[in-house]
């Protein structure tokens, strides 16, 4: 039986590129996003590439709509093998201008989302006794200028691999997650623009500075979360991945 994928934040940018790319492996892909109609296009690009999808509108905040998607994928696609926990919204500022709204809007896409989708999967998972789960951090966790709530959620989404790694292991399921560094996303365009420059210049200035002398690409994300979800990653679990060209900050 085809193995099934659901992929949160996957109408475009990096969760387009590892649900596009997870589909060429051979799984059934669930494309959630908020925007549902975003999410019909990227199913029709992967189904004219010869993968196969199906979109979900969901919000990854809504308890309810989180287990209704979830387990509505199960009773339609008869499994759920993987879940990658991509969803995140960007509300940047400085300290003293972020507004609580901006604090909680962030955190509670990207930890709560998490916590949320993670909650729903594993009860199908458990009782399967396999899956893989990979959440999305970032370079940013490490700390960035104007990224109070960003940084603070994705340090928070290491934390919550490795002790959902603890939990799930006993059953079979792995939880891993990618951090990325610089990719050509159009979170990153807005970033440029709040600093007031263009995407172009914003892109060479991170090149300059990265080792490998470039910026990454979704598909390099894309090719990292592959890989955790085969069987060639069955006993890494507990782990975040940097992947950045090597320049961590």
């Known amino acids: ?61 809504d308890e309810a709509q989180v287990d209704a998607a979830i387990d509505g994928v199960v009773a339609e696609l008869g499994s759920l093998d993987v879940l990658v ?56 966790a490490l700390g960035s200028r104007g990224q109070a709530n960003y940084s603070a959620a994705k340090m928070g989404i290491q934390g919550l691999t490795r002790t959902l790694a603890m939990e799930l292991g006993p059953f079979g399921i792995n939880v891993n997650a990618v951090a990325p560094g610089f990719i050509v996303t159009e979170m990153t365009d807005a970033t440029a623009a709040r600093v007031g420059v263009s995407p172009e210049e914003f892109r060479e200035n991170a090149a300059k500075i990265t080792p490998l002398r470039r910026v990454g690409e979704p598909a390099d994300i894309a090719n990292v979360v ?12 507990g782990q975040t991945i940097y992947v950045d060209g090597g320049r961590r900050l």
């Open 1 to 61: 039986m085809t193995k099934v994928a659901f992929v949160t934040g996957a109408a475009r940018g990096i969760g387009f590129a590892t649900a596009a790319r997870l589909a060429a492996d051979g799984f059934t892909v669930a494309i959630a996003d908020l925007d549902e109609a975003a999410c019909k296009n990227a199913v029709a690009t992967v189904v004219a590439d010869g993968g196969k999808a199906i979109a979900v509108g969901c919000n990854v905040t």
């Open 226 to 237: 592959s890989f955790l979800v085969s069987d060639d990653a069955s006993f890494v679990t």
């Open 85 to 140: 926990n991509n969803a995140g919204v960007l509300r940047d500022n400085l300290l003293f201008k972020m507004s609580a709204d901006d604090w909680d809007i962030v955190m509670s896409v990207h930890l709560k989302g998490a916590f949320l989708c993670t909650r729903a999967a594993q009860r199908h998972m458990v009782k399967q006794r396999s899956g893989k789960i990979v959440n999305t951090s970032s370079v940013s």
